[in-house]
């Protein structure tokens, strides 16, 4: 073989190798700016189930009881009274308000005993109860019956409740007996509403009534 042969051979190689090298490396940054795959979103937590959202109209019953018995003689306007509910209220099968639920009032007219024979008075507002999903459910001492619940044209109550007692009658009897204060103990059960459409979230059944037919 020539020098001339030899040295066009060996020059054709060094150009091959050189555009093969250019060719690797032209890969290089397109490997290296592949983004790894993204590692699959982690499953969310399972909600839990047998839960139902339950609208409670407004006119619903609730029966509530004070947690401690407060007086007349003792008492004082805008005083916060605590309450606790004594029977589950259900509606459509489910209970929206458990027995034993917790709630508020607000003392809004105290009336002393005096030496007139005047008896003591004591008015309050009932203002909420925890419902099941642990909300707050506003209540009142006014049935405002839902337009689309069973309690639709009910009769209103007062506005507010009181307890009176009254002085001793007789003649002449105000001017020289004093009157007795009135004291509201925790087994006085009464009778409040619910006032207005609310949903509540719950998961528990109402039970079925116990000794009377359906």
């Given at each position: 073989m020539s020098n001339i042969t030899r040295a066009i051979r060996e020059r054709v190689l060094r150009l091959c190798a050189a555009t093969l090298s250019v060719f690797i490396f032209?890969?290089?940054?397109?490997?290296?700016?592949?983004?790894?795959?993204?590692?699959p979103a982690p499953a969310r937590s399972p909600q839990p189930g047998g839960a139902e959202k339950v609208l409670v109209p407004g006119g619903t019953t609730v029966v509530v009881a004070l947690t401690e018995p407060i007086s007349s003689a003792t008492a004082t306007a805008n005083d916060q009274v605590a309450i606790v509910v004594k029977k589950p209220v259900a509606v459509d099968g489910w209970v929206v308000v458990p027995a034993g639920a917790n709630g508020h009032a607000t003392v809004t007219e105290v009336t002393h005993a005096s030496g007139n024979g005047s008896g003591g008075?004591?008015?309050?507002?009932?203002?909420?109860?925890?419902?099941?999903?642990?909300?707050?459910?506003?209540?009142?001492?006014?049935?405002?019956?839902s337009e689309?619940?069973?309690?639709?044209g009910a009769a209103s109550t007062a506005t507010l409740l009181s307890w009176v007692l009254l002085g001793p009658v007789g003649f002449f009897a105000h001017n020289f007996v004093r009157g007795r204060d009135?004291?509201?103990?925790?087994?006085k059960t009464f009778t409040v509403f619910v006032d207005h459409d609310a949903h509540v979230q719950t998961n528990q059944r109402a039970g079925p009534s116990q000794g009377f037919d359906q």
């Open positions: 032209s890969l290089v940054p397109v490997c290296a700016q592949t983004p790894p795959s993204s590692p008075k004591i008015s309050m507002s009932v203002d909420w109860v925890y419902s099941s999903d642990g909300g707050m459910l506003q209540l009142s001492t006014t049935n405002h019956a689309s619940g069973d309690t639709k009135v004291t509201i103990g925790t087994d």
